[in-house]
């Protein structure tokens, strides 16, 4: 293992995060504390209690997932597509690095900063409704699950795009409208029969429903059908990104 | 070991097609300043890109000192330090944070009286605290030196490295490069700049079209494709050179004003004597004369233009 390296790079994305630290973790704080004076306060009070959590309460794990999945993708696909872009990748690809550190130092950056986003989030929250979660290893677990899962899609991202739009395109078309829909704001128990076996089809349905659980003890799905659902996730993603270094793909001519 | 870099039938071919290598052998000596030429295109930067990793070759192998940069990449590549032709850095990192990343990148422990000597040989001391987008670009070339000196390279490929650098920075630069051989490192440079490579190399291969088409002493290569011409300023024009003056390689020029002999430099004192007296005998007089010796250079576009 070339330990120096991973610490290089893992300081060096770490300090991009401290350069840019408005955009990186005040500006999801601002957007998730507008969603609760919107939907938990002003929305929120006219909706009724259930499983006897307020509905501000009940949004809270499907917020912070949204932020942990948009956050992991934006950091990581920024982090390896960047060098890219402006040729310094040179220097990464010259170095006795094998791809095992590089995954883990970019990945590891940019899960740190999405756990440290989802954290602060969680603090927010609590200003604005009681909260209490009820499994603290769970939600841990599926926090650190879900960032690290996430960050490596974002890198895979980052070496499949060859231009900035592309690297826009997959959180804002899929991810986002994914996480909308997979019950951030609602539990897809609330759907007609036919629309909630759809949700089904959704995963970002599972991530919310397992965190949501961690909170609440209330779930969509059984836990460890999310957590199974999280490491198949996990599993593919490491299972491309073996592939990209196994054939060069996008990161050698 | 005598070669610290052996590369055998190395090929590539681009995913365009473009075959940009072809089968390249080459052996660097350990130690020497290796200069290689080539026109734009010719495959300079994709050699070193792949001896370096960056570019992945289509067959072929390269050892550097034993180590196969593929098998065992990582011994391979820690002994190698690269400056790019192109210059890339990142903008908003220090000079001194981006070199003493590298080294860490290189797999080096941290080493800060290390990297103020690298930065101190390259005037970069004042700037160590700069942002790397307030750097001039020669600056920027000074900062991609020291970064691919900040391990400790034993071998150090500079592709280019005086493309648009002034004449300080550029004789600063073969300073450097000369201490740098004196402890031991080797280095392989490409430069479109012949003099310097006359100046600095101890050896030159020139490539073309992918491939190696000379490799070879600077010294041989002048000695042996290098002519020299004798110019003599007659006093009186000649119509024709005497018929006594045949055996020599001579040419009237300047409306018969200049004579000029033109020969081989090997056995030159000989054959200028043996002239000097010819011409005595046929009454020819001078009034001046000079040599000229073809340069690197000529070498290689009269090489270029044999070969095409
Ligand atoms: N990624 C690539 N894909 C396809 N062709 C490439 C690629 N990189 C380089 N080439 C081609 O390979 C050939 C060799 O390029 P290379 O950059 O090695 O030349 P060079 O000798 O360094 O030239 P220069 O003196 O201009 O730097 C060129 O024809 C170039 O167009
Ligand atoms: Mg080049």
Request: charged fraction near 15%.
């Amino acid at each position: 293992m070339n330990i120096h390296a991973i610490r290089a790079i893992y300081r060096f994305e770490m300090a991009r995060t401290w350069r840019t630290l408005m955009q990186s973790i005040i500006s999801p704080v601002i957007s998730t504390s507008l969603y609760f004076v919107v939907f938990g306060a002003a929305i929120g009070s006219r909706i009724p209690e259930s499983h006897g959590v307020s509905y501000g309460a009940f949004i809270v794990p499907g917020l912070i997932m949204l932020s942990l999945l948009t956050q992991s993708i934006a950091n990581a696909s920024f982090g390896i597509y960047f060098p890219r872009f402006t040729g310094t990748i040179y220097e990464l690809l010259s170095a006795p690095v094998s791809y095992i550190e590089i995954v883990i130092s970019y990945v590891g950056a940019a899960a740190t900063k999405s756990i440290l986003l989802g954290l602060i989030i969680l603090a927010t929250a609590g200003l604005f409704v009681p909260l209490h979660v009820t499994h603290p290893f769970w939600m841990l677990l599926f926090l650190v699950l879900t960032a690290v899962t996430f960050s490596l899609f974002g890198f895979i991202i980052g070496i499949w795009a060859d231009g900035f739009e592309k690297l826009q395109v997959i959180p804002l078309l899929i991810i986002t409208p994914l996480t909308f829909l997979g019950g951030s704001f609602y539990s897809i128990d609330i759907l007609p029969p036919f629309w909630r076996t759809v949700a089904l089809f959704n995963p970002v349905v599972y991530l919310i429903s397992g965190f949501r659980w961690s909170f609440y003890d209330i779930a969509d799905v059984h836990v460890g059908v999310s957590l199974a659902m999280t490491l198949a996730f996990l599993a593919l993603f490491l299972a491309v990104v073996a592939w990209i270094f196994k054939t060069g793909y996008r990161l050698k001519a | 070991m005598q070669n610290v870099i052996t590369i055998s039938n190395l090929s590539k071919t681009y995913a365009s097609g473009f075959q940009a290598l072809k089968q390249i052998n080459l052996d660097i000596r350990r130690g020497e300043i290796f200069a290689l030429l080539g026109p734009n295109g010719a495959g300079k930067t994709t050699l070193i890109s792949t001896i370096c990793g960056i570019v992945k070759p289509s067959a072929g192998s390269v050892l550097i000192d034993g180590h196969d940069i593929a098998r065992d990449y990582r011994t391979a590549r820690s002994l190698i330090g690269l400056v790019p032709q192109e210059l890339t850095t990142d903008a908003f990192e220090t000079v001194w944070a981006t070199v003493s990343f590298s080294r860490g990148l290189f797999g080096k422990a941290k080493n800060p009286a290390h990297i103020e000597k690298v930065l101190r040989a390259l005037s970069l001391w004042d700037k160590k605290d700069n942002k790397l987008i307030t750097l001039s670009g020669g600056m920027k070339r000074r900062v991609l030196i020291a970064k691919a000196l900040s391990h400790e390279p034993t071998i150090l490929f500079l592709d280019e490295p005086t493309a648009g650098v002034d004449v300080e920075l550029r004789q600063d630069m073969w300073k450097l490069v000369r201490t740098l051989q004196e402890s031991g490192v080797t280095i392989i440079l490409t430069t479109h700049y012949i003099e310097e490579a006359e100046e600095m190399a101890d050896r030159i291969g020139v490539i073309r079209k992918g491939e190696i088409i000379l490799v070879d002493d600077k010294m041989a290569l002048m000695q042996k494709l290098g002519k020299k011409q004798l110019t003599l300023q007659l006093e009186t024009p000649l119509e024709a050179i005497p018929g006594g003056l045949n055996g020599y390689q001579l040419e009237l020029a300047n409306d018969g004003n200049e004579l000029t002999y033109t020969y081989d430099t090997q056995g030159e004192r000989v054959s200028i004597l043996a002239l000097m007296q010819d011409l005595n005998t046929a009454g020819i007089r001078f009034k001046d004369l000079h040599t000229t010796q073809s340069s690197l250079e000529d070498i290689f576009v009269s090489l270029l233009k044999e070969k095409a």
